[in-house]
C-alpha cells in the first residue's frame, strides 16, 4: 500500500469548490506530519502552493490565491486541498508531499478537471 | 530572480552513467538544503536525493540507492547527480529543487533517456 494515496483524477465545475485528498497510510497518522501542496501544468514544473500541518502551523505560497487552502480530515487520515471559487486555470495536476523516515514521499497527484 | 538551471541530460544507453547539474543563482545557495526529483514521462513526481546546507547529510530514495550520487559545490553555487548504472525505468525529466520546508522554486528540469 502506498504510503500516500490521492485519486487520480476529479472534475468540477468553474465557480464551485473542488477538495482533493491525500490520504495516509494506515498506522501513518495524519496529525504528526505537515502536508505539503504542488500543482503541476502540462510541460511546467511543479509550483509549490501551500503547506498544512495545523491551524496553527500553515503556510500560503508566495502569490497563491487564498481561495487555495489546506485542512486534514483525522477520521479519514487524510489531507485535503480545497479550491473554491474554481477557475479554468485551476485545471492541472496536483501533488500532496510529505516528509516520513528520511524521505520525501509524493502522492501519485490528482488530475483536476475545470468543466 | 531565484533561479535554478538544470543541465546534463540526454541519451544514454542502459548500463552507461550521466552526471546532471543544476546551476543555482538569485539566493545565497550554501544555505539551503537541495533536492533532486524526477517525473518520467506521463508519470507523477519521484523524489530522488536530499542534501543538506554543507553536505554533511545526504538521502536517496530506495529505487537509486548505490547507484546514484548526489553532491553539491557551494563555491560554485552548483548541485549536480551523478547516475551509474542507468536503467529504463530512470527514463525522466529530472528537476532540482530548493528546499525552504517546501520545494521552491524547481527548476525547469533536464530530459534523461536510457535506452539502446
Known amino acids: 500500500q502506498a504510503v500516500l494515496t490521492q485519486p487520480s483524477s476529479l472534475s468540477a465545475s468553474p465557480g464551485a469548490s473542488a477538495s482533493l485528498t491525500c490520504t495516509l497510510r494506515s498506522g501513518i497518522n495524519v496529525g504528526s506530519y505537515r502536508i505539503y501542496w504542488y500543482q503541476q501544468k502540462p510541460g511546467s514544473p511543479p509550483q509549490y502552493l501551500l503547506r498544512?500541518?495545523?491551524?496553527?502551523?500553515?503556510?500560503?505560497g508566495s502569490g497563491v490565491p487564498s481561495r487555495f487552502s489546506g485542512s486534514k480530515d483525522a477520521s479519514a487520515n487524510a489531507g485535503i486541498l480545497l479550491i473554491s471559487g474554481l477557475q479554468s486555470e485551476d485545471e492541472a495536476d496536483y501533488y500532496c508531499?510529505?516528509?516520513?523516515?528520511?524521505?520525501?514521499?509524493f502522492g501519485g497527484g490528482t488530475k483536476l478537471t475545470v468543466l | 530572480e531565484v533561479q535554478l538551471v538544470e543541465s546534463g541530460g540526454g541519451l544514454v544507453q542502459p548500463g552507461g552513467s550521466l552526471r546532471l547539474s543544476c546551476a543555482a543563482s538569485?539566493?545565497?545557495?550554501?544555505?539551503?538544503?537541495m533536492n533532486w526529483v524526477r517525473q518520467a514521462p506521463g508519470k507523477g513526481l519521484e523524489w530522488v536525493s536530499y542534501?543538506?546546507?554543507?553536505?554533511?547529510?545526504?538521502y536517496y530514495a530506495d529505487s537509486v540507492k548505490g547507484r546514484f550520487t548526489i553532491s553539491r559545490d557551494n563555491a560554485k553555487n552548483s548541485l549536480y547527480l551523478q547516475m551509474n548504472s542507468l536503467r529504463g525505468e530512470d527514463t525522466a525529466v529530472y528537476y532540482c529543487?530548493?528546499?525552504?520546508?517546501?520545494?521552491?522554486?524547481w527548476g525547469q528540469g533536464t530530459l534523461v533517456t536510457v535506452s539502446s
Open positions: 498544512y500541518k495545523s491551524d496553527s502551523d500553515k503556510q500560503q
Open positions: 508531499v510529505i516528509w516520513h523516515i528520511s524521505a520525501w514521499v
Open positions: 538569485g539566493f545565497t545557495f550554501s544555505d539551503y538544503t
Open positions: 542534501i543538506s546546507s554543507s553536505s554533511s547529510v545526504i
Open positions: 529543487a530548493r528546499e525552504n520546508f517546501q520545494f521552491d522554486p
